[in-house]
């Protein structure tokens, strides 16, 4: 999928929402533990309820890791039935991946040609080359951790340098000078509205990623006054407050619901900037 | 596995030799590939010619996941041999990981609880919250990234502070606060050796994973005068340099030779500082 197709299901939806598919066997509605894949069953009934609602779908990896081999294969029929069902979904995969060179091509591969996602989530810590490998496919995207909206997010991210640059800010400016770097985009947590503002400063026609609403406590309002651009130019994650909304069989109306409220907020937040199609 | 363990074993083995286990079906030796799960048996044949000389195993989860379910069959085949057959060799998972709290806790269950690794590879930029949930196992270890090997490892590893502190540096002398610190290790690149002095200033007990010997241009010597310590506090990988060193039917007495020459280095090294059991 590329920028302007993503943009164009934004409009169209009327929506910024991505949904979390953190499938945790525990938080199941227990009538799904007779499926001989639970988490697969889980994740196609909250995708069929809430599709016309959300324009992003991110399972993180950890989560289907947990379940080892019976995992992995639960993630694989999750993308395929995204893929196939919903192409017009954008898919992320937050795996928060990186390593050197050759082996960041590795996981590229893994998650762009053989799992067939439209991006993945990537960590900064080693640099250029780690994530490069990334960003050499043609409408594929690496959603690069900066501003994380977790407690320890403020050991280092926050750090200041001799200038007075923080460590977040120069890795969305160093990370301009990379190949490919149109094909970024960037995560920044939603708890710290106030930062979404210095990060546009450096990366103004981004995309970025927000997690941190809902469960995390994260300011729904703040983040569009903050972050949203020309091209909408955000994709707001909730994951627990929609999946987890119901343990009966009612779970995937009730997910519904929780999704409705949150695009309720984005279908008002873009017309009051006048964007639409 | 506990520190100890690992310190008498290195002695008793005279050696600190990591080999990584990053098993690519292109470069494998051709044979193998009618085998019904080739990257397993090149890892079997490539263990059994090694244990005596190496003391940990270190696959590169990355090489795993590219090749899907079936790479991640081979990788719990994989662990599961070593700890069945050779439970005396420590064990490290290159993944990487690093997530929220309850996200890492999942990783964690799944490299230490499920695979039953004795450590695993983690990033540090999201910070304390991280990376503790992997410090939660006894007898497990996080191997934290410091200073990479890598070109782009200066991107943001080295910048230095108001104070005049790296970020490496403050990685590690940050980490030292977090709830069960004695259960980290470092992972140190060798290109940059007269690091390690720096490194060792202010984790001088830990163990450092040192990658970037041979491939990768490592002095091996420099590693040693900077970055040993009285506990021999290191664990030297090699990769492709040993594993890949014949694409015959004599490849595992082939890797066996160049672990062996390794092997010799680093028993002169420990003798010379007079470290024995």
């Given at each position: 999928?590329?920028?302007?197709?993503?943009?164009?299901?934004?409009?169209?939806?009327?929506?910024?929402?991505?949904i979390?598919?953190?499938a945790?066997?525990?938080?199941?509605?227990?009538?799904?533990?007779?499926?001989?894949?639970?988490?697969?069953e889980?994740?196609?009934e909250?995708?069929?309820?809430t599709?016309?609602l959300a324009?992003?779908?991110?399972?993180?990896?950890?989560?289907?890791?947990a379940?080892g081999?019976?995992?992995?294969?639960?993630?694989?029929?999750?993308i395929?039935y995204?893929?196939e069902?919903h192409p017009?979904?954008f898919?992320i995969a937050?795996?928060?991946?990186?390593d050197?060179?050759?082996?960041?091509?590795?996981?590229?591969?893994?998650?762009?040609?053989?799992?067939?996602?439209?991006?993945?989530?990537?960590?900064p810590?080693?640099?250029s080359?780690?994530?490069?490998?990334?960003?050499?496919f043609?409408?594929?995207?690496?959603?690069?951790?900066?501003?994380?909206?977790?407690k320890?997010?403020l050991d280092?991210?926050?750090?200041?340098?001799?200038s007075g640059e923080?460590?977040?800010?120069?890795v969305?400016?160093?990370?301009?000078?990379?190949?490919?770097?149109?094909?970024l985009m960037y995560v920044?947590?939603?708890?710290?509205?106030e930062?979404?503002?210095?990060?546009?400063?450096?990366?103004?026609?981004?995309?970025?990623?927000?997690?941190g609403?809902?469960?995390q406590?994260?300011d729904?309002?703040?983040?569009?006054?903050y972050?949203?651009?020309?091209?909408?130019?955000?994709l707001?994650?909730?994951?627990r407050?929609?999946?987890?909304?119901s343990?009966?069989?009612?779970?995937?109306?009730?997910?519904?619901?929780?999704?409705?409220?949150?695009q309720?907020?984005?279908?008002k937040?873009?017309?009051?900037?006048n964007?639409?199609?």
């Open positions: 999928m590329d920028r302007q197709q993503l943009i164009d299901e934004i409009l169209r939806k009327r929506s910024f929402l991505c979390g598919l953190d945790d066997k525990d938080k199941l509605p227990p009538h799904l533990l007779d499926h001989e894949d639970p988490i697969f889980f994740n196609r909250i995708i069929d309820a599709h016309h324009v992003a779908y991110k399972p993180n990896t950890a989560f289907y890791e379940y081999m019976e995992g992995w294969r639960s993630l694989e029929r999750t395929r995204l893929n069902r017009e979904v898919t937050d795996a928060k991946r990186g050197i060179g050759n082996t960041s091509t590795r996981y590229a591969r893994a998650f762009f040609e053989d799992l067939e996602f439209d991006s993945v989530t990537v960590a810590y080693m640099g080359d780690s994530v490069e490998p990334f960003l050499a043609e409408d594929k995207f690496a959603i690069m951790l900066a501003l994380t909206s977790n320890g997010g280092f991210q926050v750090t200041e340098d001799r923080a460590l977040f800010e120069k969305l400016r160093t990370s301009l000078g990379w190949k490919n770097s149109d094909r920044v947590g939603a708890t710290r509205p930062f979404l503002g210095q990060v546009r400063k450096i990366v103004p026609d981004h995309f970025l990623l927000v997690p609403i809902g469960a406590g994260g729904f309002n703040g983040v569009c006054e972050g949203m651009n020309a091209d909408v130019g955000l707001v994650n909730s994951s407050g929609i999946i987890y909304a343990k009966g069989h009612d779970f995937g109306e009730k997910a519904a619901q929780k999704a409705a409220e949150l309720g907020q984005m279908e937040a873009l017309s009051e900037r964007l639409s199609l």
